[in-house]
């Protein structure tokens, strides 16, 4: 055969392996399981029956919940651009001394595990709460969490635009005799628009399918969808319901998802923007002054204060400080709520987190090449829709489509553990396209061409061309993974094994007993998950290209 022709059919076919392993992969773990839940929820007796929606809806206590999930979700919204929207001003108006650290540090409460969050006001505003407040089992637990987790979204990505935006603008407005309000509301506001819906869209959809943070603060009063859908399966074992508000929770995520884009094609404005050096400019009077310190307080009270009492309350004793709670950790001691020591908790995250990371940057690769490479222009945008799709479904969806799908041959995965390291792999793809295809589209493909006259096959320029200048975006990918892995909880409390549980499991479960020993070694388990959290996110700002990886 022509040497020429088999490098054409070599090429097609390895295009064809790069597109067809993640839609397989995607269409396997999660298609067929969304498909199961629409099924199951829409003919509950083997027939069609869209009545059945209209029916489970049509009671009193799960139109609360609905209502719930709702309205809490748009407060929390408010509450968290109110809150972070000075805060963006800030960061990007004022040059002041740490303002780099602190960029940096603001993004730790978005990565850590519900879970963790949970555990934090737990024990800020719980039943031995320092500040002499108890606020669990109340919607204002719930609200300050959301806060909590989301402030970093909306401070990075307003404070991200905002900090390009040109000043000069405003001042001109001011000169024309308008006042700081009616610049900042005609001339600021509207450039700013854009981000700022990007954000609240964002914190809109993760405090509605909030779960982690609702199941440990909100008590038997307050449930989410996400709340109801595990209560429905896991406890009340009614997986007909629980499929119906599992197909009316993605419709409303798909519903937000379209309100949003439509929004953004139509108040989207052409910018021209400026580097950040420019328009950032030093204290200037009391004014900023306050104002800073008045922000600078919010961070410590709102973000550092429950990760401070939380490590503080696993180092508490009976008798003063101690590590008691650590040591207990290696031990499986009666009537414990888990079935082995809970340190293994800690092994088994590691090796789900390792091996989903495997998973998932097998496939993100693959994904990201197809979308970068040349002569995908028609199709990347809809394999890139389609492999994003996952990062907009909740976990709890995830996890449910999986308990009630991956359950008869071929695929019967009920007594596998790869259910979970699938499971979190599915969640972590995205993040690891999102990494990939900025740094594949910036390789000049001058390149790889010089490489392929020189003689080298398909395989040897992806090795000695695209892998080393790809390799810190390859690590970042890698650590965003295993960030997520190790802090996935709602589709692993479906489909984690009583023998096997991962850390965010061992903390709930804690949390679930009575006594300070339990929340001790809760507490210390939360810190042990933020630490390895936290040190991976570090390690990726230093593998990180350029803002590759930001918000």
């Known amino acids: 055969m022509d040497e020429a022709l088999l490098r054409v059919i070599l090429r097609r076919l390895g295009r064809l392996l790069l597109v067809g392993v993640p839609l397989a992969f995607l269409t396997i773990f999660f298609a067929y399981p969304v498909a199961a839940i629409v099924l199951r929820g829409l003919r509950p007796a083997g027939q069609w029956d869209l009545g059945v929606v209209g029916e489970v809806l049509g009671e009193p206590a799960l139109r609360r919940v609905l209502w719930f999930t709702t309205w809490q979700a748009a407060v929390s919204t408010l509450l968290t651009v109110v809150v972070a929207m000075p805060a963006a001003w800030c960061f990007a108006r004022l040059e002041f001394r740490g303002k780099r650290l602190l960029w940096a540090s603001l993004i730790v409460p978005f990565v850590l595990p519900t879970v963790v969050v949970g555990a934090a006001f737990l024990g800020l505003v719980g039943p031995r709460s320092p500040l002499g407040v108890d606020l669990r089992g109340t919607v204002w637990a719930i609200l300050l969490a959301h806060v909590f987790f989301n402030y970093a979204v909306v401070v990075r990505t307003v404070g991200g635009l905002w900090m390009h935006l040109d000043p000069h603008l405003e001042e001109a407005a001011r000169v024309l005799g308008a006042g700081w309000w009616q610049s900042f509301r005609r001339v600021t506001w509207p450039l700013l628009r854009p981000a700022v819906a990007a954000a609240a869209s964002i914190v809109f959809l993760f405090t509605f399918t909030s779960f982690g943070v609702v199941l440990i603060l909100g008590g038997p009063r307050y449930r989410t969808l996400e709340v109801e859908i595990y209560t429905q399966t896991a406890r009340l074992l009614n997986l007909d319901t629980a499929a119906v508000l599992a197909l009316v929770q993605l419709v409303a995520v798909v519903a937000v998802l379209f309100v949003y884009a439509r929004y953004q094609e139509r108040r989207s404005v052409s910018q021209l923007l400026r580097p950040a050096t420019e328009t950032a400019r030093p204290l200037a009077g009391w004014r900023d002054r306050a104002l800073l310190g008045v922000n600078l307080a919010v961070i410590g009270v709102l973000l550092a204060a429950p990760l401070a009492v939380l490590v503080g309350r696993s180092l508490s004793t009976p008798g003063g400080w101690g590590l008691d709670a650590y040591r207990a950790l290696d031990t499986s001691r009666r009537g414990s709520v888990l079935f082995v020591a809970p340190?293994?908790?800690?092994?088994?995250?590691?090796?789900?987190?390792?091996?989903?990371?495997?998973?998932?940057?097998?496939?993100?690769?693959?994904?990201?090449?197809?979308?970068?490479?040349?002569?995908?222009?028609?199709?990347?945008?809809?394999?890139?829709?389609?492999?994003?799709?996952?990062?907009?479904?909740?976990?709890?969806?995830?996890?449910?489509?999986?308990?009630?799908?991956?359950?008869?041959?071929?695929?019967?995965?009920?007594?596998?553990?790869?259910?979970?390291?699938?499971?979190?792999?599915?969640?972590?793809?995205?993040?690891?396209?999102?990494?990939?295809?900025?740094?594949?589209?910036?390789?000049?493909?001058?390149?790889?061409?010089?490489?392929?006259?020189?003689?080298?096959?398909?395989?040897?320029?992806?090795?000695?061309?695209?892998?080393?200048?790809?390799?810190?975006?390859?690590?970042?990918?890698?650590?965003?993974?295993?960030?997520?892995?190790?802090?996935?909880?709602?589709?692993?409390?479906?489909?984690?094994?009583?023998?096997?549980?991962?850390?965010?499991?061992?903390?709930?479960?804690?949390?679930?007993?009575?006594?300070?020993?339990?929340?001790?070694?809760?507490?210390?388990?939360?810190?042990?998950?933020?630490?390895?959290?936290?040190?991976v996110m570090l390690a990726i700002e230093r593998v990180r290209v350029g803002r590759i990886g930001e918000f």
């Not at 996952?390 to 041959?409: M, N």
């Open 343 to 535: 340190l293994d908790a800690v092994r088994n995250s590691l090796l789900f987190a390792g091996a989903a990371t495997l998973i998932a940057l097998v496939v993100g690769t693959m994904a990201a090449f197809a979308i970068a490479g040349r002569g995908a222009a028609r199709t990347a945008r809809w394999i890139d829709t389609f492999l994003m799709i996952p990062l907009g479904t909740s976990a709890v969806t995830v996890g449910f489509g999986f308990l009630i799908a991956l359950d008869r041959p071929p695929l019967d995965l009920r007594d596998s553990l790869a259910l979970l390291p699938i499971a979190h792999a599915l969640v972590a793809v995205p993040f690891v396209i999102r990494l990939l295809v900025p740094t594949l589209r910036s390789i000049d493909p001058r390149l790889r061409e010089a490489a392929a006259v020189l003689g080298a096959r398909p395989a040897r320029v992806w090795r000695e061309v695209d892998l080393p200048l790809v390799g810190r975006a390859l690590l970042a990918a890698a650590g965003f993974a295993f960030a997520v892995s190790l802090g996935e909880f709602g589709a692993t409390v479906f489909l984690a094994r009583s023998q096997w549980p991962t850390l965010p499991i061992a903390i709930y479960r804690f949390l679930g007993q009575p006594g300070p020993l339990n929340f001790a070694q809760a507490a210390a388990l939360s810190t042990i998950l933020m630490g390895l959290t936290v040190a």
